[in-house]
């Protein structure tokens, strides 16, 4: 009891205060810096922990849960300070999850280290935490892997306590999972990949199992706390012996592995319905038009814009799925969590994940029907942004594929170890003879989650050819819209050039016509110069203003007077117009250059 309470009094170097002898200095040392490394993203401050315990008394009674929300709470419930020479639940499970996929850990440094270093938990656990904690975007999420420990040989065993019913003899196995869940606060795209990291310890000599769950929601706890109940089967909650304690990690396994297989069948119809609403245009689309500009004024004049998405249903239009009639009828999973509404951002490729804590956005947000753009012929214009989206959904079956295949391979190597386990001459033979068939059982089970998983997988394959055959579909359709909209723009620029050609034309007759009316023009010009002097004085020599009479010159002075009293208010009168009708056409000028060209 001494040593397990000092190794906890070291829980701030954990793991290199295990007592391991498997493991050298420099790995436990890698891992004890990864813990500090990513501490400030994992763990939240001790006011804001919160760890649910869920135990099960030595005497095998009933299960109850205690919250613990400091590291001195934890001290007292696992009998450290004070220090209590209780023996230890028969089970135990220890849940630790976030608000969110993509938040911090609802627990402290302090308490996770204390935690880990009392079960004596591998330090390959912290590779399973690492995806977890806040992120802004998915790092290292694509991470599956399961790590065991054996130690049955009384040689080679591990750390022993018999105040707490501890005998050294034992195994523990962790591994991780990928689930994928709803999310209800996500319209266009309502569905989340999420991690899950589990450690078991079982003592194959005295009645001692404890889990550690750590889970970006309560799902797991729920389903575990149901499983446990008093109104359950007893196989989850039967501890009365060893071979029945095994029976019951078994059927607890069953619980995480059935979470991580159960959704993927109505993700992946939401996957094919997605694809199908992106690309059906590609299929239906007939790109075969003999149909001139004049007949395409025709054709939009009598069907309006809003009845262009109605396409005829064609062998080419029918939609391909992998479904079968039943499926297609109900696309609608069993319900069986709720799912806190949470804030989620738009990523670049157009899938929504949810926002890092301290972000909102507007609740508002309500899901919008696409825009489907047409071209003149009446026909539906692809965008390059089409291409993008269905180059999303190859990635999200990639990435559905590569989720599958690794939790199909955990849950193998569950079944390998377990079966393994069984064949170790070490392992007491009346575990082996109380649990055989709870083990075959098992085994049926996990083949039968793996069948359904690799049946998934073939689904996905056979999404991710279409998608190929369809992006392909669509580069032609991209380019021959191209060609086409060229062809047009061809020949546009070909009447264009006719017209300039024919403007062309009237313009060099108006400059010829124009040429010959200015040498008309000109001498006109010259014969009024060469005759104005002489009107002038003609004019001037029939007024009254001079006069010759019988020889004799007459001049009078006020009929001159009387000619310029006239004649000079007049000129000015029409230069004052003159001037005021410049000043108006340079005004509107002005103006009219303003509205063109804002500031």
Request: with cysteine.
């Amino acid at each position: 009891m001494d040593q397990i309470i000092e190794i906890c009094h070291e829980s701030e170097s954990y793991p290199q205060n295990l007592s391991d002898n498997e493991h050298l200095e420099y790995v436990l040392s890698s891992y004890f810096q990864k813990l500090n490394d990513h501490r400030s993203r994992l763990f939240s401050n001790e006011q804001d922990s919160q760890v649910i315990c869920r135990d099960l008394d030595y005497a095998g009674r009933a299960f109850w849960n205690t919250t613990i929300r400091t590291v001195k709470s934890l001290n007292s419930h696992l009998g450290l300070e004070p220090r209590a020479n209780t023996l230890d639940p028969r089970c135990r499970f220890i849940f630790v999850h976030a608000p969110q996929s993509r938040a911090k850990l609802k627990i402290s440094k302090d308490m996770l280290t204390r935690l880990l270093s009392y079960l004596q938990v591998m330090p390959e656990f912290v590779d399973l935490l690492l995806p977890l904690g806040e992120r802004s975007i998915a790092q290292d999420f694509f991470s599956n892997c399961f790590y065991q420990q054996t130690r049955l040989d009384k040689n080679a065993h591990g750390l022993r306590v018999p105040e707490r019913a501890w005998s050294g003899q034992d195994f523990q196995i962790c591994y991780s999972l990928k689930s994928v869940e709803r999310s209800e606060g996500q319209f266009e795209w309502p569905w989340s990949i999420r991690h899950c990291a589990t450690q078991h310890v079982f003592d194959v000599r005295n009645v001692r199992s404890s889990w550690v769950i750590v889970k970006g929601n309560r799902v797991l706890q729920d389903r575990i706390a149901s499983a446990t109940s008093r109104r359950a089967p007893p196989e989850f909650s039967s501890y009365g012996t060893v071979g029945t304690a095994l029976s019951a990690a078994f059927s607890t396994h069953l619980i995480m592995i059935d979470c991580s297989a159960e959704n993927w069948r109505w993700y992946i119809n939401f996957l094919e319905d997605k694809f199908q609403e992106m690309s059906e245009g590609a299929i239906s689309t007939d790109a075969d038009i003999p149909m001139s500009p004049k007949e395409i004024e025709d054709v939009f004049a009598l069907v309006p814009r809003t009845n262009t998405q109605n396409i005829k249903q064609t062998r080419r239009s029918r939609v391909f799925s992998f479904r079968s009639a039943a499926e297609k009828t109900n696309t609608t999973p069993p319900v069986a969590e709720v799912v806190p509404l949470q804030q989620f951002q738009m990523t670049k490729s157009g899938k929504k994940q949810p926002l890092p804590p301290g972000i909102s956005t507007a609740s508002s947000e309500v899901p919008t029907s696409p825009v489907v753009q047409h071209d003149i012929y009446g026909q539906r214009r692809f965008r390059f942004r089409d291409l993008q989206d269905i180059q999303d959904s190859e990635e999200s079956a990639n990435e559905t594929i590569l989720v599958l295949k690794l939790n199909t391979s955990i849950c193998k190597q569950i079944a390998d170890f377990y079966r393994s386990l069984f064949e170790n001459e070490e392992l007491p033979r009346t575990v082996l003879d109380e649990c055989q068939e709870s083990m075959r059982r098992f085994e049926r089970r996990v083949k039968g989650v793996m069948s359904h998983m690799e049946s998934q997988i073939l689904r996905v394959e056979g999404l991710l050819r279409l998608i190929a055959d369809r992006k392909t579909l669509l580069y032609g359709l991209l380019e021959f819209q191209n060609t086409r909209s060229n062809k047009l723009l061809a020949s546009e620029s070909h009447k264009s050039t006719r017209n300039m050609e024919r403007v062309t034309q009237e313009m060099s007759l108006i400059a010829r016509e124009t040429k010959t009316e200015t040498v008309s023009m000109k001498i006109i010009t010259l014969v009024t110069l060469f005759f104005l002097p002489g009107t002038f004085v003609a004019t001037l020599m029939s007024t009254d203003i001079i006069r010759w009479d019988s020889g004799t010159k007459k001049y009078k002075p006020g009929a001159l007077h009387v000619y310029l009293l006239i004649c000079l208010p007049f000129m000015a009168a029409t230069f004052i117009f003159w001037g005021a009708y410049q000043w108006l056409e340079r005004r509107k000028e002005r103006q009219a250059k303003a509205e063109s060209n804002p500031a």
